[in-house]
C-alpha cells in the first residue's frame, strides 16, 4: 500500500485514495471547502516527493486560473489534494488548514470518489488542448 507523509506523519492507505482523505486521516484539518470539486484551492499541498505526472482536466484549469500552475520542472509544485489519487508514496506539504486559515470548520465532506471527472491527463496534452482553446 502507498505511504502519504507530512508533518513528519505518514499514513498507508488503498491504492486509488484521495490524497485529501488520506492527509484527513492523519488527524491534520486540511481546508476542503468545495467538498472536492476542484473549485477551491483549499486543499492545495505542495509536494517535496512523488508529484504525479498527470492531471485531471480541473485541476489543471483550477491551478492555472489561480495562479497556482508550478513550472514544469519545479521541484516542490502545488497540487490540488482532492484532485490527487494515492497510487505511489508521497510526501507534501499541507498550505491551508482550519487553523491557519480561521475557519470554523474544514469544509464540506469529500466523498472517496473524484469529482467531476475520474479522466486523468498528461500536463502536456492539457497545455495543447488549452492553447488551442
Ligand atoms: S479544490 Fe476545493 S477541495 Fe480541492
Known sequence: MPTVTTEGRSVQVDPGTRLVLAIEALGIDIGHRCGGK???????????????????RAEYLK????????????????????????????TVRVLKTKQTEGWPDTG????????????????????VEVAAG
Do not use: K, W
Open 38 to 56: 476542484a473549485r477551491c484551492t483549499t486543499c492545495r499541498v505542495a509536494f517535496d516527493a512523488g508529484a504525479p505526472d498527470t492531471y485531471t
Open 63 to 90: 491551478l492555472q486560473d489561480a495562479g497556482l500552475l508550478a513550472a514544469p520542472d519545479a521541484s516542490d509544485p502545488v497540487r490540488l489534494s482532492c484532485q490527487v489519487l494515492v497510487e505511489h508514496d508521497m
Open 108 to 127: 464540506p465532506a469529500v466523498g472517496p470518489d473524484l469529482i467531476p471527472e475520474p479522466e486523468r491527463f498528461e500536463r502536456a496534452d492539457l497545455e
